[in-house]
């Protein structure tokens, strides 16, 4: 029996579908940690509303303990982007930022807004 000749196109379909997946997960550790920081931002922000009225505390202590978990997650956001409204017993808490993701070449830029407030539903 004589051997069979391969042409190689098994190898170069396996080494092709490993730099896709490769890629894909080099892709994930770029951008998931943004997600998992916004929406730790947000559970903060969504416990921050609901006891600031119990707290009495006012829009600006609301501002204040928002930024420093903010500074705390390294989230690329400005005091100022912080909005804090108050009205009647209604928190509502915003912050809109955005964050640039370098991807080999390709700059993904993701818009983030969370939002809170202790409004019953």
């Known amino acids: 029996m004589g051997r069979r000749k391969e042409s190689g196109r098994g190898l170069?379909?396996?080494?092709?579908?490993?730099?896709?997946?490769?890629?894909?997960?080099?892709?994930?550790?770029?951008i998931i940690p943004h997600y998992v920081n916004n929406y730790e931002l947000e559970?903060?922000?969504?416990?921050?509303?609901?006891?600031?009225v119990v707290n009495r505390r006012t829009p600006e202590e609301i501002r204040q303990n928002v930024w420093e978990k903010i500074q705390e997650l390294e989230i690329p956001a400005t005091r100022e982007s912080i909005q804090v409204t108050t009205t009647r017993?209604?928190?509502?808490?915003?912050?809109?930022?955005?964050?640039?993701?370098?991807?080999?070449?390709?700059?993904?830029?993701?818009?983030f807004q969370p939002t809170a407030n202790n409004r019953s539903v």
Do not use: P, S
């Open 12 to 30: 170069w379909k396996a080494v092709f579908w490993l730099l896709l997946l490769a890629a894909f997960v080099y892709g994930c550790i770029q």
């Open 43 to 52: 559970d903060y922000m969504k416990t921050e509303a609901r006891f600031a």
């Open 89 to 111: 017993g209604t928190v509502t808490i915003t912050v809109r930022y955005t964050v640039v993701v370098n991807l080999l070449g390709y700059q993904l830029t993701l818009n």
